[in-house]
């Protein structure tokens, strides 16, 4: 996996500590400037870029970055969930394929949203209060289930107990990770809570 880092020496170095710790077969990439990161992104098949945005000229790479592949795999790192509210996490997730881990960096969140990308939403998403929309993108991996926004209700079909019954308790995890209130209902439903 090929993975180009656009933050400080200390998050690349406590990167390459991680990735030799845990013996994955990481390529962490880094570059001096704007020209030379650019120059890195485009000759490699970078899998995952780590941008910290809110570090001066880091936006506009970012920005380059997306016009170049807008479905960039892209983990935004910052202090603050401030830039995210010119637009909400749905927003950043379907159309610019994010997600955010706050500093100070916590490695193993860092590690696991690197590895688990593509199944998970930022866990930032809930204080933009905006579940309607990030439910669905949830259960994007689960075919046996679907919302329902209307009823505020996640439907399973029963038709594959065994199936739903992995599908369904991975559910209840993920709700229960980003502090999504939720009641059980019969048949292998939820319904979601305000």
Partial sequence: MNILI???????ESLMMLNSALNTDWNILSAKDEKECLTVYEKNNIDVVIVDFSLEGNLRL???ITELNPSQRVITLSSNLESSQSSDCV???KKYNRRRVMKPLNLQELYHTIVNFDKMVCKY??????????????????????YDNDNKTIYCDSSSEHLLTTQYYSILNELEKYNIKYSMLEEYNIKIKD
């Fill in 125 to 146: 998403f809930k204080s933009f209060k905006d579940v309607d929309k990030v439910i669905p993108i949830l259960l994007r991996n689960y075919n046996l289930c679907s």
């Fill in 91 to 93: 927003d950043c997730i």
């Fill in 6 to 12: 656009i933050d400080t020496p200390e998050t690349r």
């Fill in 62 to 64: 970012l920005d380059k």
